[in-house]
């Protein structure tokens, strides 16, 4: 209980707006009797009219009108100048029966649009000026002062009003603008999560269908050759073990990326081009003969092209292990100025059946992917000849190609 008592006398005291503006009300209102009763009291002038009910009626009416001033605020800015206006107009005497119009003038400038509500506010001055100029006693100069105080007392309600609003407005946008900034990077954020997933997607897409389909055809040799040629089906066994185990490792490296792994050296190189001998020598082991054309100069690749250009060769020999048969596969690399060509075609069956190609798997959308990331192109179809190929130019300055 002690803890209880505590917190809620250590918290501050937050009201809402309306009963903030009805304690207003009430309180200018009261303000502006008793003040005035005050000044009256002490005023012997025969000029001047001793407030009476209509008086002090007015005083509480331009006070209590102040409780609807946000909802209100130009009706409540009319009653009390129309408040004010009936007050001097009756001879009562000065004092503070314009507090609640300076502070409806406040909240008119405060709480508009800007330049309409600063109008309201400049001709409901203006047309109240007349009025306390034409009801005041202006000789000598001495008792003008009240009018002329309540003259810039106005202007200067207004215009405090105005600063306050551009101020209110200037924040709005700011938050807005910080607002959008952080949803802009939210965004970015869900993108660069997106983009590395489907990346993660595709190496393991890949790397798996490759080494299942070596292990699938290797694995129907093993058991046509099990019981006539032993020895064949050991050398089997072995390329199934080492295809295994190169998937294996990839998928480790891939993977790794999820857990977050800190140690890069337990991780597997990247593969790139630099391996595209060991792809085919699986690839002949599958039954497949394959051929290298390459003309690569000495000087690396980017990385991202060196990784697309062997993924897309990898995948391009699973499909021609998946559907091409016993037939010969040519790999064909060029590296010219700015973009590297490669080209994977094989004069098998192909996967067709019926004359209509097949190919509508993930692999050459995975493929198509890789390439149109880094600015480049690829096509894949059947060959007029028979076979199929995979064509791809991979820009060798992808991060530029992209941009564009």
């Keep these: ?23 207003l009300a009430v309180l200018v209102a009261v303000f502006q009797i008793l003040a005035t009763r ?24 331009s006070g209590l009108v102040l409780v609807a001033r946000r909802r209100f605020p130009v009706a409540v800015f ?58 005041a006693r202006l ?38 603008r910080a607002e959008r900034a952080e949803r802009t990077k939210e965004e970015e954020a869900r993108r660069r999560v997106d983009a590395e997933r489907l990346r993660i997607a595709r190496e393991v897409h890949d790397t798996v269908a490759h080494a299942i389909a070596v292990i699938n055809v290797q694995a129907g040799v093993t058991a046509h050759v099990l019981d006539r040629r032993p020895e064949r089906a050991r050398d089997t066994l072995v390329t199934i073990e080492q295809t295994s185990a190169r998937a294996l490792s990839e998928l480790r490296a891939i993977l790794g990326v999820l857990r977050e792994a800190a140690d890069d050296d337990r991780r597997a190189p990247t593969p790139g081009l630099a391996q595209v001998e060991e792809l085919a020598g699986l690839a002949r082991e599958a039954g ?13 690749l980017p990385v991202a092209v060196d990784q697309a250009a062997y993924r897309i060769v990898q995948e391009s020999l699973t499909n021609a292990i998946r559907h091409a048969g016993p037939s010969r596969v040519t790999i064909s690399l060029s590296r010219g100025a700015s973009d590297l060509e490669l080209r994977v075609a094989d004069d098998g069956r192909g996967s067709s059946e019926g004359g209509k190609p097949a190919g509508g798997g993930r692999g050459i959308v995975g493929m198509r992917e890789r390439a149109v990331l880094l600015g480049g192109e690829l096509a894949a179809g059947p060959r007029p000849q028979g076979g199929f190929e995979v064509r791809a130019r991979l820009p060798l300055e992808p991060e530029k190609a992209a941009r564009r």
């Design 139 to 176: 000789v000598p100069l001495d008792a003008a002062g009240w009018v002329f105080f309540r003259i810039g007392t106005a202007i200067m309600a207004a215009a405090a009003g105005d600063m306050v609003r551009g101020r209110r407005v200037l924040l709005a946008e700011g938050q807005e």
């Design 288 to 300: 497949l003969d394959v051929k290298i054309e390459a003309a690569l100069p000495p000087r690396e």
């Design 78 to 135: 009319a009653v009390t100048a129309a408040a004010s206006i009936a007050y001097y107009a009756a001879g009562y005497p000065d004092g503070p029966g314009w507090v609640g119009l300076f502070v409806a003038i406040y909240t008119v400038a405060a709480q508009g649009d800007g330049s309409r509500s600063m109008g309201i506010a400049a001709a409901g001055i203006a047309a109240l000026t007349m009025v306390w100029l034409l009801t």
């Design 1 to 23: 209980m002690d803890s209880i008592a505590t917190s809620i006398a250590t918290r501050p005291l937050r009201l809402s707006a309306q009963a903030q503006d009805a304690m």
């Design 38 to 61: 005050r000044i009256a009291g002490a005023h012997e002038l025969a000029t001047l009219a001793h407030p009476a009910g209509l008086g002090y009626a007015l005083l509480a009416v």
